[in-house]
């Protein structure tokens, strides 16, 4: 069974990078079964695809966000992380990863998801 455990600070300051990790059990997050995928649900607002992580350590990312994210791995701890750059209070939000059949697959198709991490942007 596999399982997603999301981590990382809770607040971080307007300008700053957040870092988050996802541990991912149950699966090496080098299969080809699988893609690993960040989403995030600001406050009033729907799910919003962040990016994606391959098998091979591919990344590719929503448009809108490509020019502040980065996401990597590491096989070594079977860990999947996510960076976003000069936040803003905009970027408060749940933040997950989930486990999805394919790298665009829609929500509602995702296998596993973590229990999300809150992420405040304040000073």
């Known amino acids: 069974q596999v399982q997603l455990q999301e981590s990382g600070p809770g607040l971080v300051k307007p300008s700053q990078t957040l870092s988050l990790t996802c541990a991912v059990t149950?699966?090496?997050?080098?299969?080809?079964?699988?893609?690993w995928t960040w989403i995030r649900q600001s406050p009033g607002k729907g799910l919003e695809w962040m990016g994606v992580?391959?098998?091979?350590?591919?990344?590719y990312y929503n448009p809108s966000l490509r020019s502040r994210t980065s996401i990597s791995r590491d096989t070594s701890k079977n860990h999947i992380s996510l960076q976003l750059s000069s936040v803003t209070p905009e970027d408060t939000a749940v933040y997950f990863c989930?486990?999805?059949?394919?790298?665009?697959?829609?929500?509602?198709?995702?296998?596993?998801w973590g229990q999300g991490t809150q992420v405040t942007v304040s000073s």
């Open positions: 992580i391959l098998y091979d350590g591919s990344p």
């Open positions: 989930a486990l999805s059949p394919a790298p665009y697959s829609r929500p509602e198709e995702y296998r596993v």
């Open positions: 149950g699966a090496p997050i080098t299969t080809t079964r699988y893609a």
